[in-house]
């Protein structure tokens, strides 16, 4: 077996410049923002804009021959043929930011051979930063400079998961869900990063978004935090999520889990569409 890149040298970077993407936009707190709506309502902000700006700036310097996708920005056909993709999210969960809610992150994540390997997030209201490199460990560092290493929960009976999911994108599919499973304990979040790493650190058990509003910007860094604490990422379908399409969106949703729930959590989402189509004569 092939062993893993030493990704020491881009972790190290990719955290120094996170910290300093949270402690700006965490800077923002209070005052005035010009706020936009992209085409599709999303929200975007100037504290969006100067992390982003912040964000790609550092990441270019240090690391020139890579391509960099953010959501501020726009896509570049370079992305598809470079073999190293940073993917930013510089606030993710803008809404929660907005609100005065602690529930938005700053996410980074480092994409080899259309596979995520490396993930950062950052939450600026609290100082938590959760790191991971797949094959290598994660871990959560403390705003006092504690680290501590992450691992998914052993939860594996459906009455006993935690269930996080949005808070944005509500609707009565998550009554299905819980329903279908028999979840009683559920926790609503704006930012996808910060579900899946309460899931990472075993806070959580799943998260499961069927819908197609999540980006590729949304799942790489979280998604490569959660494998290198031995979890599993997967669309509704349960298959690969996809990072070397033109197509942005993960357009078959994400499910995130400890790995122990993984299939129950898709036979349930299985179920529930199969309840909503049409009857064919």
């Not at 399409?245 to 357009?251: A, I, K, T, V």
């Amino acid at each position: 077996m092939q062993a893993s890149p030493d990704l020491s040298h881009e972790l190290e970077a990719a955290c120094a410049v996170a910290r300093e993407a949270a402690a700006l936009v965490a800077s923002f707190t209070g005052r005035p923002l010009d706020v936009q709506h992209k085409s599709g309502g999303e929200p975007v902000s100037r504290a969006d804009l100067e992390s982003s700006e912040l964000i790609v700036r550092r990441l270019a310097a240090a690391f020139p021959a890579d391509a960099i996708l953010s959501e501020e920005l726009p896509d570049t056909p370079s992305r598809l043929t470079n073999p190293r993709v940073w993917m930013v999210d510089p606030i993710d969960g803008t809404s929660d930011f907005l609100r005065g809610d602690a529930g938005y992150v700053v996410m980074i994540g480092l994409c080899l051979e259309g596979l995520p390997a490396l993930g950062v997030v950052a939450q600026p209201a609290t100082g938590c930063v959760w790191t991971g490199v797949v094959g290598a460990g994660a871990w959560k560092e403390l705003p006092g400079g504690d680290r501590t290493p992450l691992q998914v929960s052993a939860v594996r009976y459906a009455r006993d998961i935690r269930l996080v999911a949005s808070k944005s994108h509500r609707s009565d599919y998550y009554e299905r869900f819980r329903r279908s499973l028999g979840i009683t304990d559920e926790l609503a979040l704006g930012s996808v990063g910060l579900k899946v790493a309460m899931v990472s650190e075993g806070s959580r058990d799943l998260y499961v978004y069927p819908g197609s509003q999540t980006k590729i910007w949304d799942s790489c860094g979280p998604q490569a935090i959660l494998v290198a604490a031995g979890g599993k990422v997967t669309d509704s379908d349960g298959n690969p999520l996809r990072y070397t399409q033109p197509e942005l969106r993960n357009s078959r949703g994400m499910v995130a889990s400890n790995g122990l729930v993984h299939e129950l959590a898709l036979d349930a989402v299985a179920r529930i569409r199969s309840e909503a189509s049409p009857a064919r004569g």
